[in-house]
């Protein structure tokens, strides 16, 4: 996979959560992939837990969207920035139980690094730190 194409698989993602297109997001991840969320410790093992993880943080944001701020690759890796912006209008699973909605807007910053011969397979390392207006 060139360059580019690795670049463009890896941004898939992204824009297929922004459009809250499940299947599309599924196509772009494979069964076995790893989410890390470093800052928080929250982790999901395969495509359903992924999707479940990305779904619960848009019944929390409706809103809520992701940027690419810079994006490079090699063959076989990818680095994005990207920066999350939402409001948090929904319910939240937390892990003491459910957070209510406090109606403030967040700005996430993140790194997702997806590695291996397909773009979105293996691991999504993400670093966020969170502001709340």
Known sequence: MSQESFTNAARGFIEAYNAADWDRLEAAIT????????????????????IELFNGWK???PDS????????????????????????TGPMAGPQGEIAPTGKQQ???????????????????ISTSIRCR
Request: glycine share 8%; aromatic share 4%.
């Open 31 to 50: 069964p076995d992939c790893v989410y890390d969320e470093i800052g928080s410790g929250r982790r999901a093992e395969g495509a359903h837990q992924v």
């Open 107 to 125: 700005t996430s910053r993140a790194a997702r690094s997806p590695s291996s011969s397909r773009a979105t397979r293996s691991r999504s390392h």
């Open 65 to 88: 969207k992701g940027t690419v701020t810079s994006a490079c690759a090699d063959e076989n890796t990818a680095a994005l920035e990207v920066t999350w912006h939402g409001t948090f």
């Open 59 to 61: 019944r929390a944001m």
